[in-house]
């Protein structure tokens, strides 16, 4: 989070004081450091330089165009999930040769205009997936590159939502019927299996999962390969973790330590699909406290952001440090329940729910109505996630390069909440 800090005026993003950003857009407002997002990205090349991956970013941690325009020029490639993906992509320029298409329940329109686009690959994820694609591209007289994406019934130790590599889950292919399905493809002219997929969830502080995954996938491409099937890519996903204040996770160096050697003894080319590692602490949600509220037992801090613009707390618990964008504190003293000084309160948001918090029991100094907070590590599955409920307009977002700042997507309007609607 070093692209954030105090300096005098307050909180800075870059070389721009957070209050100005809020009296100049209003709030609440996402807003992201270019280099913050555009160092992650260089870090984790630089771990892993001597395997050169291709770098797709997950473009679901965050879609905001101009922020993967700006991947796109650094060189990364994209992982889409979905049709709106893709059309994002490419808008953005994307290439669609570092385009991977993973997802369980690809439609046939969908398919039909990845294949148009000509993306690298599919991450194919069912026998029944395989057939509707090997169908689409036969009648459009291409052949879809394709890589089976394995589940290894590994445990991620994410939260249960955000497993996927375990035998419970719906995602990936069983390494049995991945057997049949090589036999199944053989049989099948319009789809080429070019590779290996595994993802295991998200987010995933140590490499022990990367290992496990990756100690079942090598002997299973051997045998694919002795079988005849020409395995050119493996891919291992994202998942790699970020802080969030109350986590510690291992960093690119050691991830790479465990994934390079075994890339590289596959004889594939490694492709690697992160998302928050890349965005999510580059992004902070903006927002400014409206009203402070006592009760017998407890304060709240009533903000102007709400669930409806960053999920997280409510869906999964996930803690995000809360920052005055002024301070009165030590910073260290704003994330330790029992140090000393301001106050202990809710921040929460003004929907209609009690679900609808960003932190229970945080030490922030005494605030005043008006004041402006900061929620970090917002940057990925903030505004990705977000939503019109209680219809809310959506916030802005803000991107920062140096001291110079833009909005790169305006505030909603009602007008917008109610475009398509008729009565
Ligand atoms: N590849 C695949 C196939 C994925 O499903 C995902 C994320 C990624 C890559 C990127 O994972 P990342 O590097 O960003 O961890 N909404 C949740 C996270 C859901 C992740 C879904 N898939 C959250 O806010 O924590």
Excluded at 11 to 26: P, Q, R
Excluded at 48 to 63: G, I, T
Excluded at 80 to 103: M, N
Aim: charged share 25%.
């Amino acid at each position: 989070m070093e692209f954030f800090e105090y300096r005098e005026g307050g909180l800075s993003a870059e070389e721009v004081s957070l209050s100005e950003v809020a009296s100049a857009v209003g709030t609440p407002c996402y807003v992201y450091s270019k280099r913050a997002f555009l160092s992650q990205l260089s870090a984790l090349r630089e771990a892993f330089a001597e395997a050169d991956p291709l770098v797709c970013y997950s473009l679901k941690a965050n879609s905001s165009l101009a922020i993967c325009a700006a991947l796109r020029e650094a060189g990364a490639g994209f992982d889409i999930v979905s049709g709106g993906e893709l059309f994002r992509a490419l808008k953005i320029g994307a290439d669609p040769a570092t385009i991977g298409y993973a997802g369980v329940g690809k439609t046939e329109p969908e398919i039909e205009r990845a294949l148009d686009a000509e993306v690298l690959l599919f991450n194919v994820e069912s026998v029944n997936e395989a057939r509707a694609i090997n169908h689409v591209a036969s009648r459009m007289g291409v052949v879809a590159r394709i890589a089976l994406r394995l589940n290894p019934d590994v445990d991620a130790n994410t939260h249960s939502y955000t497993t996927t590599g375990k035998k419970e889950n719906k995602f990936g292919i069983e390494f049995s019927q991945a057997r049949e399905l090589i036999g199944v493809l053989r049989g099948l002219d319009a789809v080429d299996l070019a590779g290996f997929h595994l993802h295991l969830g998200s987010p995933i502080s140590t490499v022990e999962p990367y290992l496990a995954g990756l100690g079942k996938l090598l002997p299973f491409i051997e045998e694919a390969r002795s079988n005849g099937v020409d395995v050119r890519y493996i891919n291992v996903g994202g998942g790699y973790a970020i802080e969030y204040g109350d986590n510690t996770t291992v960093g690119p160096a050691e991830y790479a330590a465990a994934i390079v050697p075994l890339a590289k003894k596959s004889g594939c080319k490694l492709i690697m699909e992160p998302g928050r590692f890349i965005i999510g602490n580059a992004g902070v949600l903006l927002t400014s406290v409206t009203y402070l509220k006592r009760t017998p037992t407890k304060a709240f801090a009533i903000c102007d952001a709400a669930m409806n613009d960053l999920i997280r707390p409510a869906l999964y618990g996930s803690y995000h440090r809360i920052w005055p964008v002024k301070t009165s504190l030590p910073v260290d003293a704003y994330d330790d329940p029992g140090g000393e000084g301001g106050q202990i309160v809710d921040v929460v948001g003004p929907v209609c729910e009690s679900g609808d918090f960003f932190a229970k029991g945080r030490r922030l100094p005494d605030l005043s109505e008006g004041d402006l907070l900061a929620v970090f590590s917002a940057g990925a599955y903030g505004m990705t996630m977000g939503s019109n409920y209680n219809s809310r307009p959506r916030p802005c977002e803000v991107l920062i390069d140096g001291a110079e700042y833009r909005v790169i997507r305006r505030r909603e309007t009602y007008d917008d909440l109610i475009r398509g609607e008729v009565f």
